[in-house]
């Protein structure tokens, strides 16, 4: 078995020294551990496997559409619905954004604050305070000069311009914008990115390679009309499809148990 820990300093700790991050910063980190014996190759699924119950999740009646829709009840009244969806005609970045749509409507409120604060960002303009530093000795290069700022370490190269910063660690990636607490992560062809404001947070993130590993997180701390605090989903499918998709309202901002339940749904139909 091989195993690939990798821990991503944080965004601000690194910039600090260009003195890009203040004490508002916002402070990003992440670790992942890549296990290539538990992932395989997904498997083609002709019917969706709806076992009664699994974990907090009850199935209710029978699967519907020849077998390609199951829906579960979780605790408050969180809803799980289970799909198997042909790509047949479309692919699976058209299919995952049908259902993105759908399950934003459930949480307006999140979705337009997050707009928001990109309209904001994107009209921002940056300032400079003039100070400016350069250190140089070998394997070591530090240029800054008010809030831009370049770092040249052995392994590793940060690029920071007021309150963006893009961080190198041996062909991993980071981009990060404090401001809004903006995040794009690249690994290889593995993507993970985050925006988060206040009150509101999502998350997507995508596996490298022509199969379908992925998943969508939308969170928000104020209750929509109906309750719903979390939408989400996650989907896997071999290329070319099918996909098996599960969608996930809940009431609990966390998720609880019911996301990862719901994970365990398209692990059992499909794999990992």
């Known amino acids: 078995m091989m ?7 944080t965004v601000c700790a690194l910039a600090v020294l260009a003195s890009a991050c203040d004490n508002n910063s916002v402070r990003i980190s992440s670790t992942r551990t890549i296990d290539n014996d538990s992932t395989g ?7 969706l496997q709806c ?18 829709v199951c829906t579960y009840g979780g605790p408050r009244g969180a809803e799980v619905i289970l799909h198997l969806v042909s790509l047949s005609g479309t692919d699976s970045t ?3 954004k049908a259902f993105e749509d759908r399950l934003s409507a459930s949480l307006p409120q999140a979705v337009a604050g997050i707009r928001a604060q990109n309209s904001a960002q994107n009209s921002a303009a940056a300032t400079a305070s003039g100070d400016s530093a350069s250190v140089k000795a070998p394997g070591v290069d530090i240029q800054a000069e008010g809030d ?18 893009s961080v190198n660690i041996g062909g991993f990636n980071v981009e990060a914008n404090d401001a809004g607490a903006n995040v794009d992560i690249q690994d290889g062809g593995d993507s993970v990115s ?3 404001n206040d009150a509101a947070t999502v998350v997507r993130t995508a596996a490298a390679g022509d199969a379908t590993r992925a998943n969508w997180i939308l969170t ?11 939408v989400g989903y996650e989907a896997r499918g071999p290329a ?9 309202r809940s009431k609990d901002r966390e998720g609880g148990d019911v996301f990862d339940d719901a994970k365990d749904l398209v692990t059992l139909n499909v794999g990992e």
């Open 3 to 9: 195993a690939r820990p990798f821990l991503i300093p």
């Open 41 to 47: 190759v997904l498997r083609v699924v002709e019917a």
């Open 51 to 68: 076992p009664q119950t699994l974990g907090t999740l009850t199935r209710k009646g029978s699967a519907t559409e020849q077998g390609t």
């Open 94 to 96: 058209a299919a995952l």
């Open 148 to 165: 831009k700022a370049t770092v040249r370490l052995p392994g590793i190269s940060i690029d920071a311009d007021g309150e963006d910063a």
């Open 194 to 196: 985050v925006q988060a």
């Open 220 to 230: 928000d701390n104020r209750p929509s009309v109906e309750g719903w605090r979390l």
């Open 240 to 248: 070319g499809g099918p996909i098996v998709v599960v969608t996930v």
